[in-house]
């Protein structure tokens, strides 16, 4: 039988094939088929099986599991200590770490081979112990304990590797002209390096700049390369450049040589060409052009919120805005649909100046219960400073570090105005504010939402140019002396949903959101805003004069419900139609003609 290291103990395990392959299916799933070390079935499999799985993301669980020796040389003596196992195969190592963010994602090379495997959430790792069959096993070569680690930790030790590709096809300013472009298309990395005499057969060989030992540091395509010692990249030019000690000009000449191509003669030809297009028509689009164009589905919730924009929720005092913002956070860090809408899993930042932290333990463990999310570890952060200040550019760097740090994607202000000192009715206000952390924000990829309070009787508080700099504007709406609400949208850019009704139900320990038929409730508003109408009517049929505050007694000694509103609506309306008339002087309403007659 297996005896599973002290270290891993607490976390989950996996029945594996002879070929390291899950035997299980669904053995991801919290619930599915992965076991505890204490598990009978999971003992019985042990003593009958050479080998197990390792079950990564549980607990926050990751494995650092390299693939390349080049790799883990360079990068091994900068990571901290931590339990490590050898593989039996390559004998290369599995890194054990307790992280932040359980993410996974490969670190590949330009041939798109894996040079290192984060092994997070939905992966596994064979375990120490186990047998290939071969007489190898995977044996412990640092007994440690596991140490933590976070997940920007790791991308900054592996950042000279991480988008190798996407660096080395940065082009040089130089480069964009059609000569270059034709040289390209003609001339390839490994005709260059022919001519620097390397030997370039698979893929990959020393490198033309400096003596390497094993001869495999130099990595290429057809059109880019990139070095593992030196951290050079770039494409052919870059590399004649490079190997020859050269200037770009003399690069160009002579790469264009070799191509066949009379430089001086397609310079002047391009200078022509150019010329000619300066007097050309501007580019426009016609109806077959935006026929084609596809629906952004890159959204944060599905309908409800897309990446990449800042958004403005908004109410009077107490109509949930807080609560639905924590539980919008809780639904995209977990993955859970927010409303009936799809969410994408991120992670969010809530930078709370409204609420103790009392009042956010309360709320964050009854929506955790309500939702039934037994895990308690998911990627939602608060940041409650109270020396905040978002046009302070220092405190701006440091909440974009912060961001970068712990991968934000999603960031909520609780509420605005208790992050800045400016004034909502100022223009040039609300153009610093944007100026200097919004765009900003923006331009990193962030989304951004800020609440916002209005008057309490919901009217919008602010200068249009508060409106003008969101591209989405949401406003929450509760039903007076009920829990039920409705998130309308007032602004949106990409036809996000019209509007989302909602109910919360507390219990004892369990906050519950449920979703509520739309259009089911307009209907039941109307219905309601015509029955008091007609109700309202009846008061008047003996021509009585009556003020505002005289209807409201009325309706509270018959035990009416309604809202201010909804009263000042139907008053409105009666006068609108010609049913009541309004004496503004006494403030009385009555039958319209009333008045005439008793004169």
Same mark, same amino acid.
């Given at each position: 039988?297996?005896?599973?290291?002290?270290?891993?103990?607490?976390?989950?395990?996996?029945?594996?094939?002879?070929?390291?392959?899950?035997?299980?299916?669904?053995?991801?799933?919290?619930?599915?088929?992965?076991?505890?070390?204490?598990?009978?079935?999971?003992?019985?499999?042990?003593?009958?099986?050479?080998?197990?799985? &390792?079950?990564?993301?549980?607990?926050?669980?990751?494995?650092? #599991?390299?693939?390349?020796?080049?790799?883990?040389?360079? &990068?091994?003596?900068?990571?901290?200590?931590?339990?490590?196992?050898?593989?039996?195969?390559?004998?290369?190592?599995?890194?054990?770490?307790?992280?932040?963010?359980?993410?996974?994602?490969?670190?590949?090379?330009?041939?798109?081979?894996?040079?290192?495997?984060?092994?997070?959430?939905?992966?596994?790792?064979?375990?120490?112990?186990?047998?290939?069959?071969?007489?190898?096993?995977?044996?412990? &070569?640092?007994?440690?304990?596991?140490?933590?680690?976070?997940?920007?930790?790791?991308?900054?030790?592996?950042?000279?590797?991480?988008?190798?590709?996407?660096?080395?096809?940065?082009?040089?300013?130089?480069?964009?002209?059609?000569?270059?472009?034709?040289?390209?298309?003609?001339?390839?990395?490994?005709?260059?390096?022919?001519?620097?005499?390397?030997?370039?057969?698979?893929?990959?060989?020393?490198?033309?700049?400096?003596?390497?030992?094993?001869?495999?540091? $130099?990595?290429?395509?057809?059109?880019?390369?990139?070095?593992?010692?030196?951290?050079?990249?770039?494409?052919?030019?870059?590399?004649?450049?490079?190997? *020859?000690?050269?200037? $770009?000009?003399?690069?160009?000449?002579?790469?264009?040589?070799?191509?066949?191509?009379?430089?001086?003669?397609?310079?002047?030809?391009?200078?022509?060409?150019?010329?000619?297009?300066?007097?050309?028509?501007?580019?426009?689009?016609?109806?077959?052009?935006?026929?084609?164009?596809?629906?952004?589905?890159?959204?944060?919730?599905? #309908?409800?919120?897309?990446?990449?924009?800042?958004?403005?929720?908004?109410?009077?005092?107490?109509?949930?805005?807080?609560?639905?913002?924590?539980?919008?956070?809780?639904?995209?860090?977990?993955?859970?649909?927010?409303?009936?809408?799809?969410?994408?899993?991120?992670?969010?930042?809530?930078?709370?100046?409204?609420?103790? #932290?009392?009042?956010?333990?309360?709320?964050?463990?009854?929506? *955790? *219960?309500?939702?039934?999310?037994?895990?308690?570890?998911?990627? @939602?952060?608060?940041?409650?400073?109270?020396?905040?200040?978002?046009?302070?550019?220092?405190?701006?760097?440091?909440?974009?570090?912060?961001?970068?740090?712990?991968?934000?994607?999603?960031?909520?202000?609780?509420?605005?105005?208790?992050?800045?000192?400016?004034?909502?009715?100022?223009?040039?206000?609300?153009?610093?504010?944007?100026?200097?952390?919004?765009?900003?924000?923006?331009?990193?990829?962030?989304?951004?939402?800020?609440?916002?309070?209005?008057?309490?009787?919901?009217?919008?508080?602010?200068?249009?140019?508060?409106?003008?700099?969101?591209? @989405?504007?949401?406003?929450?709406?509760?039903?007076?002396?009920?829990?039920?609400?409705?998130?309308?949208?007032?602004?949106?850019?990409?036809?996000?949903?019209?509007?989302?009704?909602?109910?919360?139900?507390?219990?004892?320990?369990?906050?519950?959101?449920?979703?509520?038929?739309?259009?089911?409730?307009?209907?039941?508003?109307?219905?309601?805003?015509?029955?008091?109408?007609?109700?309202?009517?009846?008061? $008047?049929?003996?021509?009585?004069?009556?003020?505002?505050?005289?209807?409201?007694?009325?309706?509270?000694?018959?035990?009416?419900?309604?809202?201010?509103?909804?009263?000042?609506?139907?008053?409105? $309306?009666?006068?609108?139609?010609?049913?009541?008339?309004? #004496?503004?002087?006494?403030?009385?309403?009555?039958?319209?003609?009333?008045?005439?007659?008793?004169?």
């Amino acid at each position: 039988m297996k005896m599973i290291p002290t270290q891993l103990k607490s976390y989950r395990f996996i029945k594996v094939s002879p070929n390291k392959a899950p035997i299980e299916k669904e053995w991801q799933k919290e619930g599915g088929n992965n076991y505890s070390y204490e598990d009978k079935e999971f003992q019985s499999y042990l003593k009958g099986s050479g080998m197990y799985g &390792v079950a990564t993301g549980f607990n926050n669980l990751i494995v650092i #599991d390299f693939d390349s020796v080049v790799v883990q040389e360079k &990068v091994i003596s900068k990571l901290p200590k931590t339990f490590t196992v050898k593989t039996a195969g390559r004998g290369l190592l599995h890194k054990y770490y307790i992280t932040d963010i359980s993410e996974s994602f490969k670190i590949l090379d330009l041939n798109k081979e894996t040079l290192v495997d984060v092994q997070g959430t939905g992966k596994q790792v064979i375990g120490p112990g186990s047998d290939l069959g071969t007489g190898k096993r995977y044996e412990i &070569v640092d007994n440690s304990e596991i140490s933590k680690i976070t997940l920007y930790q790791i991308k900054e030790f592996f950042k000279e590797w991480i988008d190798i590709e996407k660096r080395a096809n940065i082009k040089a300013n130089e480069e964009k002209d059609e000569i270059c472009a034709k040289i390209k298309d003609i001339v390839k990395v490994p005709d260059v390096l022919r001519d620097l005499d390397v030997d370039s057969k698979d893929g990959h060989c020393s490198c033309p700049m400096h003596s390497s030992k094993g001869g495999r540091c $130099f990595s290429w395509k057809e059109d880019v390369w990139h070095c593992f010692h030196c951290d050079k990249s770039g494409n052919i030019f870059h590399l004649l450049m490079h190997a *020859r000690n050269i200037p $770009f000009i003399e690069a160009k000449k002579e790469l264009a040589k070799k191509a066949g191509i009379d430089i001086e003669f397609r310079e002047k030809t391009t200078e022509i060409f150019q010329q000619q297009r300066e007097v050309e028509e501007l580019e426009v689009k016609d109806y077959y052009y935006f026929e084609n164009v596809k629906k952004d589905k890159d959204m944060i919730i599905q #309908d409800f919120l897309p990446k990449g924009v800042l958004t403005m929720f908004y109410a009077p005092p107490a109509q949930f805005k807080s609560l639905l913002a924590q539980y919008m956070g809780i639904c995209i860090t977990s993955g859970r649909p927010f409303l009936g809408l799809k969410t994408r899993k991120n992670p969010v930042l809530i930078s709370d100046l409204e609420d103790n #932290d009392q009042i956010i333990k309360t709320r964050w463990a009854g929506i *955790r *219960r309500g939702m039934r999310i037994r895990s308690k570890k998911f990627p @939602l952060f608060y940041l409650q400073r109270k020396d905040v200040n978002l046009l302070d550019s220092s405190f701006v760097e440091k909440l974009r570090n912060t961001i970068k740090q712990y991968d934000i994607k999603f960031l909520i202000f609780d509420t605005l105005h208790r992050h800045a000192d400016y004034d909502e009715n100022s223009a040039n206000d609300m153009n610093r504010l944007y100026t200097t952390i919004f765009q900003k924000l923006l331009e990193d990829g962030i989304s951004i939402m800020f609440l916002h309070h209005t008057t309490k009787m919901g009217e919008f508080r602010g200068s249009s140019d508060f409106l003008g700099m969101c591209d @989405l504007v949401y406003r929450v709406c509760r039903t007076k002396n009920t829990n039920k609400f409705r998130i309308i949208n007032e602004k949106n850019r990409l036809g996000e949903t019209s509007e989302i009704a909602g109910d919360i139900e507390f219990l004892d320990d369990d906050v519950i959101f449920s979703m509520r038929d739309a259009k089911e409730e307009k209907t039941e508003a109307l219905s309601k805003l015509k029955e008091l109408t007609s109700k309202i009517e009846i008061y $008047f049929i003996d021509g009585q004069e009556l003020q505002r505050k005289d209807v409201q007694v009325r309706l509270e000694n018959e035990s009416y419900e309604y809202s201010t509103a909804t009263l000042s609506r139907c008053l409105s $309306f009666l006068v609108e139609i010609g049913k009541l008339q309004y #004496d503004e002087k006494n403030r009385k309403y009555s039958q319209l003609g009333h008045n005439e007659e008793v004169n």
